[in-house]
T-cell receptor
Framework: DADVTQTPRNRITKTGKRIMLECSQTKGHDRMYWYRQDPGLGLRLIYYSFDVKDINKGEISDGYSVSRQAQAKFSLSLESAIPNQTALYFC?????????????FGPGTRLTVL | QKEVEQDPGPLSVPEGAIVSLNCTYSNSAFQYFMWYRQYSRKGPELLMYTYSSGNKEDGRFTAQVDKSSKYISLFIRDSQPSDSATYLCAMSAGNYGQNFVFGPGTRLSVLP
């Protein structure tokens, strides 16, 4: 997990607030992903990026935006947080050059929207 | 019907037991199958990766894929308290990370 770091680890915010979750990696991977995890639903993809100039929506991108500031940094923003965005958020990376697209996850950010 | 289904548990077993964890899926195009282990307050980590049908063994862990039944399993032999975690299955039609579909996870407790 130390190769993929996420800040903050925990965050409590109020409805309507803008919030940014940050992800940094030292693995040198090109691909980065943002997921959210909810009980009973598994991990669901929010956004992914294959390089700094490539940003793609995932399964559940509504209400979220992202920024790939550098190869190693990928941020997730909630423009106006709402309670049903309360979840565990994970950043992940993978290496385009490998045979298997193994994803390496960060430790997660627990977000609570009141 | 969810694309990938997994019994959420919790599953409690005594130390040394053989554990069987399972997932069923509905998309017959899935060819890549993975098992992730997630400890409390940690991110998932890849445990096993299997392409198409068959078995794969790695130490105490064996992954099985039965594409005809759309059913995958993870067996843990001689289970240890350190195996206590949530186990997520994941699968995809192509080897592209953005297409992985994750199961909700099964919580396992191995009691000393």
């Amino acid at each position: 997990d130390a190769d993929v770091t996420q800040t903050p680890r925990n965050r409590i915010t109020k409805t309507g607030k803008r919030i940014m979750l940050e992800c940094s990696q030292t693995k040198g991977h090109d691909r980065m992903y943002w997921y959210r995890q909810d009980p009973g639903l598994g991990l669901r993809l929010i956004y992914y990026s294959f390089d700094v100039k490539d940003i793609n929506k995932g399964e559940i991108s509504d209400g979220y935006s992202v920024s790939r500031q550098a190869q190693a940094k990928f941020s997730l923003s909630l423009e106006s947080a709402i309670p049903n965005q309360t979840a565990l958020y994970f950043c992940a990376t993978s290496d385009a050059g490998q045979i298997t697209d193994t994803q390496y996850f960060g430790p997660g950010t627990r977000l609570t929207v009141l | 019907q969810k694309e990938v289904e997994q019994d959420p548990g919790p599953l409690s077993v005594p130390e040394g037991a053989i554990v069987s964890l399972n997932c069923t899926y509905s998309n017959s195009a899935f060819q890549y199958f993975m098992w992730y282990r997630q400890y409390s307050r940690k991110g998932p980590e890849l445990l096993m990766y299997t392409y198409s049908s068959g078995n794969k063994e790695d130490g105490r862990f064996t992954a099985q894929v039965d594409k005809s039944s759309k059913y995958i399993s993870l067996f843990i032999r001689d289970s240890q308290p350190s195996d206590s975690a949530t186990y997520l299955c994941a699968m995809s039609a192509g080897n592209y990370g953005q297409n992985f579909v994750f199961g909700p996870g099964t919580r396992l407790s191995v009691l000393p």
